[in-house]
């Protein structure tokens, strides 16, 4: 197997801060992916692709309609998003989304002769988000090394995942992460809408640093 990865890139700011990490500790190739899953924030592919160009990575976006399922406000436009003093940010889970991410960067990762995938979830999202937590990428590494067409070791690295945000934009800010290029607000606007989770989290993260985010807010 060759040196590189396979780095899953939405265009938010965990993911950033992943990408600029891994160029400064990885030797070999980084291969950025973004998902088009009919996401409501679809900004974000916008915001990935400048990022990886920015970086000097090469950058591919694979379609996976997640929209057809739906039940999620982020791929069902008939759904509010909720605020964050609302306290229901598990309603905008995407059943198995990091599932479906992460068998396509296996994938991808099998197809250029690489057997690592990076993802960037933090601590932050345990609480909404299952598939964001350490057991479940153990869990998903040795069933993607088992249904490879080859006998392999898929590695799943997710450096960040015992950090809170407010840390990740810490090693960000230190690593000059172009902040002003991701996209964070689940309403997929621009000014972001400054009350989704999202936007909450975000905005706490740079509060937390003391340092003005860089992102225009409405």
Known sequence: MKAGAVLLLSGGMDSATCLWWMKQELDGPIHALSIDYGQRHRVELECAAGLAARAGVPHKVVGLDLGAIGGSPLTDPGLAVPAAQEDRQAATVVPFRNLLFAGLAGGWAEILGLEAVYLAPVKDD?????????????????????????????????????????????????????????????????????VCDACAERLGAFAANGVKDPLVYA
């Open 126 to 194: 345990y609480r909404s988000y299952r598939d964001c937590r350490r057991p479940f990428y153990d869990s998903l590494e040795q069933t993607l090394g088992l249904g490879a067409s080859r006998e392999q070791g898929f590695a799943i690295h997710t450096p960040f995942v015992d950090k809170w945000k407010t840390e990740v934009v810490a090693l960000g800010l230190q690593l000059g992460v172009p902040y002003e290029l991701t996209h964070t607000c689940y309403e997929g606007k621009r000014p972001a809408c400054g």
